[in-house]
């Protein structure tokens, strides 16, 4: 009886053993892994698939080393020259030393490439407080000359700081798979209606995820019949007089955008004026003295935000008007302003 007894229970632990020693011999390819100055290599896709783990095959490569995670997920497009861009251009994805680079103005080519580092993973949970920056920057109406010149210095600011970073003009790249690796969508100048109704509901929740916005300039100058932007912007742009030098007052110096900042702040540039005023909604940084230029039928009696930020949604919005010139993003002051900006729609600082 007692050599049955043992028997039975000698064959019970080996099936429990083999239970738990088989598994579903599945991959999880929702992130890239690399080791610590492990470098990826390139990889092209077409972003815009319907799955999470679509988006992985086709936008990450990934190697093997100390287990840290990083997505890499760049895409380069190329538009049409002239004020609108009605192309549907190609992307690549490519990994290494952060860098951007645009083409000339009027729609040449944007390319963006990331280092390795975090991510944010499928569901919009970040995995690190690195900034993942997409930046975005189509144009279906007026078309800035400043926007390959912004991309190259956002691309240069990401990789002084071991940023991640990507720049399209690909409207597919709006789905959940899409903004998947960023946790930071700058939408620089973008105009016109830019995206289809599916690709603003992925944009819902990407922000409702808790991941950051970052607009720059004429970010408010588009998608005027989507309330729900128009909320996460702050306020739809107007009017603007002629570019010209005023007189800014910085309201708040303690958040990150303004923190290097002076109580006022004297540059030239294409002054905004809005439908609306945002301050009742946001966290004015800086208005603009109505009194230092001519603002013509931009004035906003007296009252005049130029940058701002709120949580909405759960996520992070940040606007800046500023930015029309090229000569922007040469300037230190301006640049750190957006680092500011971009750092707090990160989460990386408060």
């Known amino acids: 009886m007692l050599s049955q007894r043992l028997c039975r229970l000698a064959i019970s632990w080996l099936c429990f053993a083999c239970s738990e020693s088989s598994g579903d011999g599945g991959t999880d390819t929702t992130r890239a892994s690399s080791g610590t100055g492990t470098s990826l290599s390139s990889v092209s896709a077409s972003v815009g698939p319907t799955s ?56 040449s080519s944007l390319t963006g490439s990331v280092s390795a580092g975090g991510a944010q993973g499928a569901g919009g949970t970040t995995t690190t407080v690195t900034p993942s920056l997409l930046v975005f920057s189509r144009t279906l109406s007026y078309r800035h000359a400043s926007i390959p010149v912004a991309i190259e210095a956002l691309g240069s600011l990401a990789e002084a700081e071991g940023w991640e970073f990507a720049a399209s003009e690909d409207a597919t790249v709006f789905s959940d798979a899409g903004l998947a690796p960023y946790n930071v969508l700058v939408m620089l100048s973008p105009t016109g209606d830019i995206l289809d109704a599916a690709q603003q509901a992925a944009f819902e929740r990407y922000i409702r ?141 408060d």
Do not use: C
Request: cysteine-free; aromatic content about 10%.
């Open 52 to 107: 999470v783990n679509a988006a992985a095959s086709q936008a990450v490569a990934s190697t093997t080393g100390s287990g840290m995670t990083a997505t890499a997920a760049g895409e380069s497009t190329t538009s049409s020259a002239g004020t609108a861009d009605t192309s549907s251009a190609d992307t690549s994805t490519s990994t290494g030393t952060a860098a951007g680079t645009g083409g000339s103005a009027g729609g």
């Open 209 to 349: 995820a808790g991941n950051g916005y970052v607009g720059i300039h004429a970010a408010s100058d588009t998608e005027f019949d989507w309330p729900w932007y128009g909320a996460l912007v702050g306020a739809f742009f107007d009017v603007h007089p002629d570019i010209q030098q005023a007189t800014l007052i910085v309201e708040d110096r303690a958040h990150p955008s303004t923190a290097h900042l002076s109580e006022t702040w004297v540059r030239t540039d294409e002054w905004y004026g809005f439908r609306t005023n945002p301050r009742p909604d946001v966290t004015v940084l800086i208005s603009i003295d109505e009194e230092s230029y001519d603002a013509g039928e931009s004035e906003m009696d007296g009252d005049h935000p130029i940058a701002w930020y709120h949580e909405y949604e759960g996520g992070r919005s940040f606007y800046t008007a500023l930015g029309h010139t090229s000569e922007s993003y040469s300037e230190p002051e301006f640049m750190a302003h957006l680092k500011g900006g971009i750092e707090w729609a990160a989460r990386l600082a």
